[in-house]
């Protein structure tokens, strides 16, 4: 079932986006001579519990949808960085949040049909606060701390959009027995 790409060019390459076009042989003989790539780096993200019970999430402004969304602290891993550590490093920089105790919970495709990577969740217990923000340049992160419930219900009710993050909240949710 795995198709042979015959040929490959980049269309654009830069940091946030590369869109690859691939020339490529189906096992029954059929070409498909441009079928796209999105190219992406590992995604990571984090459902970190604090022992007081609540959940760091963040709020920010999402140009494509023109709307602000809560979401899981994450981000990019990046070249050759372990995804732990990446989760670990953008928890710290978007939340100034440190955790002891971390799990991986799994991981998903956006889109397995034209995109080349994944997104993986991790859970964060036995946390705290230990430093001020270090966002980069573009961002602007306010950090909330949020029930377990609340988070659920939010998810369950569609008020956090970005499915990637969902599916993290939804692993995380089914790991600490809190779907019921």
């Known amino acids: 079932m ?3 790409v015959l040929h490959s060019e980049y269309l654009f390459n ?3 986006l590369t869109v690859r076009k691939d020339h ?3 096992p029954n003989g059929k070409e498909i001579p441009a ?3 999105n190219e992406y780096p590992e995604w990571v993200n984090v459902f970190a519990l604090t022992d007081e019970g609540n959940v760091v999430m963040v709020k920010q402004y999402r140009h ?3 709307q602000v969304s809560i979401e899981l602290p994450g981000g990019v891993a990046e070249k050759g960085e372990d995804l732990l550590e990446a989760c670990q490093r953008e928890l710290l920089e978007e939340t100034g949040y440190e955790f002891e105790q971390w799990e991986f ?3 998903v495709c956006a889109n397995p049909s034209t995109t080349n990577n ?3 969740f991790f859970l964060a217990t036995k946390g705290r606060k230990v430093a001020a923000q270090n966002l980069d340049e573009e961002e602007d992160l306010e950090v909330l701390e949020l029930p377990v419930e609340e988070v659920k219900r939010m998810a369950l009710d569609n008020e956090i959009v970005q499915s990637l993050h969902t599916n993290g909240i939804f692993y995380a949710l089914l790991r600490l ?3 019921g």
């Open 177 to 179: 027995n809190k779907m």
């Open 35 to 37: 079928f796209y790539v």
């Open 2 to 4: 795995k198709w042979k």
């Open 64 to 66: 494509g949808i023109e």
């Open 24 to 26: 490529c042989l189906l």
């Open 105 to 107: 919970l799994g991981k």
């Open 118 to 120: 994944f997104t993986h």
């Open 14 to 16: 830069q940091p946030w």
